[in-house]
């Protein structure tokens, strides 16, 4: 092992796995990541905890599962200081640590995000959602003012829709972030460092700058996964929290109809609030650009990192904290669902020397594995509480790129605010084969088999000739599930 290593950490906000070139989708172009693949390992099974941002965010920062770290809404009042974050292990053992971006691990809006007592950032360049009523303590907005002379009001008087072109190029809150870590990285060379990139893109709306946007013809993207039975097969979920109430065929949009029917509603709604009627075509045309933008960022990085000398110290995890259904079975954005778009994201490691390159593992992993991981690589001791298990056997070459763990688990459990909704609680077992979604107290639930159906079309929950299955997949589930909760307190005696 040489020196400690910097760790360049990159985690965009709702990206899905299927939107890399290298990994099977030529028609986005992300040449930098593609680079990373090929100097490191990617994951390409692997899952989220919450399909939602604030409880995956912990569970990826502390390695313990949300029934353990209970923090599974957005916009929960404060984070529990009793539990320790990875990012505040890593400043405790000498590494000199830096956010840039979201942190939401608790409520912001309207305020600067209340910060953990121990998050190990000795520099912290806040940014949440980048619009104006988010501006306190709202460094992305600070930026604009001080260093471009623009007022971030003055950049939105053209975007009204929840897709479309977004802010240029120069004043995008990407470029923001690219501008501060470059130079956190550069005052920082002579010492051990860690840098957390959180991005808010692709999460929507997808309002990418006009130069990335024409990069992209909708009349080249495919539609979304979608069958006609989707539309039938959703209604029985309308109880069930999600961002879209009701789906819609995306291969149908009608123009002269309105983008929300009769119904006005505000820009700062539109993070959350999918549109009705939409060009699901010109949705992944935006989407892709947004994701575009995003690597020509990580290639700065790149050129950076190697002419400072620090490419071989350094590790960098290319990932995102939860996908986007993206006009799948007729729905967008996100909510209490566990389909492939929503759940499966893009997780890769590259760290020259150390790291097996240009490997592709299909071995399940979750984001709660990434704090083991980390302090194994960082030469430090993985506490006893965690509960994600180190991929370094894999990334080391020491065990099979096969396997890693016999299966992966997803919860939601009253995660976001839905205007009339339910308060949903659900969770998901997945296998590698048989999917297993089971919405607590709704009496109703999904089974998918993805070696025979990748899209997710047929479910086989109420299928008489899979009753079996589906006893043995329930009984998996519960006992997957249980053992996500921890016994607490480390026993120190007998009694």
């Not at 529990?80 to 400043?91: C, E, H, K, N, Q």
């Not at 006893?384 to 790129?401: F, N």
């Not at 070696?451 to 006893?471: G, H, I, R, T, V």
Request: glycine share 8%; net charge negative.
């Amino acid at each position: 092992m040489k020196r400690k290593p910097n760790i360049l950490w990159i985690c965009t906000d709702q990206q899905r796995w299927d939107t890399v070139n290298s990994l099977g989708n030529p028609l986005i172009n992300t040449p930098n990541v593609d680079s990373l693949v090929k100097a490191g390992t990617a994951f390409t099974n692997a899952y989220t905890q919450s399909p939602i941002c604030t409880p995956s965010r912990v569970s990826f920062l502390t390695g313990l599962y949300p029934a353990t770290h209970q923090v599974s809404r957005n916009g929960n009042d404060y984070f529990p200081s009793s539990l320790p974050l990875v990012t505040g292990i890593l400043a405790d053992n000498g590494y000199h640590g830096g956010l840039i971006g979201k942190l939401h691990l608790s409520r912001s809006q309207g305020k600067t995000e209340i910060r953990p007592e121990n998050d190990g950032y000795a520099e912290y360049y806040w940014s949440h959602y980048p619009y104006p009523e988010y501006s306190s303590g709202h460094d992305y907005e600070d930026w604009l003012k001080n260093e471009k002379g623009v007022k971030l009001k003055d950049l939105l008087t053209h975007s009204d829709a929840p897709y479309g072109q977004g802010v240029q190029e120069e004043y995008h809150q990407t470029r923001w972030a690219t501008e501060r870590a470059k130079g956190f990285i550069k005052k920082n060379k002579d010492k051990p460092w860690f840098l957390s990139i959180n991005v808010f893109d692709p999460h929507p709306p997808f309002d990418p700058p006009e130069s990335y946007k024409k990069r992209y013809d909708p009349e080249k993207m495919p539609y979304p996964i979608f069958a006609e039975s989707d539309i039938e097969h959703q209604n029985k979920f309308l109880k069930i929290d999600q961002q879209t109430k009701i789906a819609v065929d995306p291969t149908k949009y009608d123009p002269s109809l309105g983008l929300f029917g009769d119904k006005k509603v505000d820009h700062s709604d539109m993070h959350w609030m999918p549109p009705t009627n939409y060009d699901s075509k010109v949705i992944r045309a935006c989407y892709y650009a947004m994701i575009e933008l995003i690597d020509d960022m990580v290639g700065e990085f790149l050129e950076l990192l190697e002419k400072s000398g620090q490419r071989e110290d350094t590790l960098i995890i290319f990932m995102s904290d939860h996908g986007e259904m993206l006009g799948d079975h007729g729905l967008l954005y996100k909510g209490c669902r566990f389909y492939e778009g929503l759940v499966h994201v893009p997780l890769i490691f590259s760290y020259p020397g150390i790291i097996r390159d240009d490997l592709q593992s299909e071995a399940l992993a979750e984001l709660v594995d990434l704090p083991p991981t980390i302090l194994e690589l960082a030469g430090l001791e993985i506490p006893k509480h965690m509960q994600g298990q180190s991929l370094v056997p894999i990334l080391s070459g020491e065990s099979d790129p096969i396997f890693h763990k016999d299966c992966v688990v997803t919860e939601y459990n009253d995660s976001i605010v839905i205007p009339g909704g339910y308060s949903s609680h659900g969770s998901m077992y997945f296998d590698g084969r048989y999917k297993i979604c089971v919405y607590h107290d709704m009496n109703i639930g999904e089974i998918y088999d993805l070696k025979e159906d990748p899209d997710e079309f047929n479910d086989l929950w109420l299928n008489q000739s899979y009753q079996d299955l589906k006893a043995d997949l329930v009984l998996k589930h519960f006992n997957a599930m249980m053992n996500t909760v921890s016994a607490g307190v480390e026993r120190s005696a007998k009694y």
